[in-house]
C-alpha cells in the first residue's frame, strides 16, 4: 500500500474559466494525512469536500458544491492529483470556476512536479474491485473488472463525423499520465458553439484553450497534440470523475461514450454494490481514518 501525499509547498495558478469567462486565482495548499481533497470558496466563506456526494451539476463539466458556494470544471485538476497521488490538499479558490488554462492538464502537473511532491507517515487504503459493475446508460455505458492496478479503456464513437471511432486503453501510473494524458485538450464542435454561449457557457472557450471541429476539419490552426486527442481528453475527465470517491480504485475501468452525468452515476452504483467490493487497509484501522468517515463508503 502507498503512504498518503501531499504537496511539499503551496502554489498557485490563474486564468479565466471555460463556461464563466470569470478571471480566478486558486492556491494549493499542503494539508495533514486523512484531511483528503478539500475546496475552499474563499470569496465566499465555505468549504467542501471532492466527493460524489458533493457534485451538483454535471452539464458540460462537473461542478461541485454545497449551498453557500460551487466550483465548476475541477475534473482537470482532480485528474491530475489523481493521477499524481496527491490524497491530501487544500484548494483555495476565489471564483467560481477553475480556470482552463490551454484545456488540457499539463500546466497544472508541471506545477505539482515543480513544487514537489511529500510522502506523508500513514498508508492510504484504496479498493479494491472483487466482481465486475456494469452501468448502461441511454447512449453510453460504464463498467469496472477485478485488475491489478489502475487501467482504464475508452471508446468514442463521432457517428458521421470524420472523427469516426477512437478508442485507447492505458494502465494509469504518475508516467504515463504525463506523457499520454494529461496534454489532452477540451474539445467541441463549431456548430455547437452558438448554442453553448446562448445557454450562458463557453463564455470564456477560445481556440487557446479548446480544440474546435467543424464537420470537415480541425479549425485550430495549430492542430491537434494528437491524432487521438479526443478519447485522451475523454480518459482525462474520466480520470478526475472516478476520483470522486475518496479513495483510490484499483481495477479495469471500460468506458463507451460516457460523459459527467454518466461517470457520477457509475460511482453512485459502484458504491451501493458494497458485495462488489473491499476497502484494503492492512496497516488503516477504518475508524481512526477520517479519509474514509463518509456515509456513503459504508
Not at 283 to 298: D, F, G, H, T
Request: net charge neutral; with cysteine; aromatic share 8%.
Amino acid at each position: 500500500m502507498r503512504s498518503q501525499r501531499t504537496i511539499k509547498k503551496e502554489l498557485t495558478f490563474e486564468g479565466l474559466g471555460l463556461h464563466t469567462g470569470v478571471h480566478t486565482k486558486v492556491r494549493l495548499r499542503p494539508a495533514s494525512v486523512d484531511t483528503g481533497i478539500v475546496f475552499h470558496r474563499v470569496n465566499k466563506n465555505a468549504s467542501f469536500s471532492a466527493q460524489v456526494g458533493s457534485v451538483i451539476d454535471t452539464a458540460f463539466a462537473t461542478t461541485i458544491g454545497n449551498e453557500r458556494a460551487r466550483v465548476r470544471t475541477v475534473e482537470h485538476l482532480l485528474a491530475t492529483l489523481s493521477a499524481l497521488s496527491i490524497h491530501n490538499l487544500n484548494i483555495e479558490v476565489d471564483g467560481p470556476e477553475i480556470p482552463i488554462l490551454d484545456g488540457s492538464a499539463i500546466q497544472i502537473a508541471e506545477l505539482i512536479l515543480s513544487a514537489g511532491i511529500k510522502k506523508q507517515k500513514k498508508k492510504m487504503p484504496y479498493i479494491r474491485i472483487l466482481a465486475p459493475i456494469v452501468l448502461e446508460d441511454t447512449h453510453s455505458s460504464v463498467a469496472i473488472y477485478p485488475y491489478e492496478g489502475r487501467k482504464i479503456t475508452f471508446r468514442l464513437f463521432f457517428k458521421n463525423h470524420f472523427l469516426g471511432e477512437q478508442s485507447m486503453s492505458l494502465d494509469l501510473s504518475e508516467d504515463t499520465f504525463i506523457q499520454e494524458i494529461a496534454s489532452a485538450r477540451t474539445f467541441g464542435f463549431l456548430k455547437d458553439v452558438e448554442y453553448l454561449r446562448a445557454n450562458g457557457l463557453a463564455k470564456g472557450g477560445s481556440l487557446d484553450n479548446a480544440v474546435i471541429f467543424s464537420a470537415t476539419h480541425v479549425v485550430n490552426e495549430s492542430g491537434l497534440r494528437y491524432a487521438d486527442e479526443c478519447v485522451r481528453h475523454k480518459i482525462l475527465d474520466s480520470i478526475g470523475d472516478f476520483s470522486l470517491i475518496p479513495l483510490p480504485i484499483e481495477g479495469h475501468i471500460v468506458a463507451d461514450k460516457s460523459g459527467h452525468t454518466t461517470n457520477i452515476r457509475f460511482l453512485k452504483k459502484l458504491l451501493s454494490c458494497r458485495e462488489c467490493w473491499e476497502i484494503a487497509n492492512d496497516e488503516v484501522e477504518k475508524e481512526a481514518c477520517p479519509v474514509l468517515s463518509y456515509s456513503y463508503i459504508y
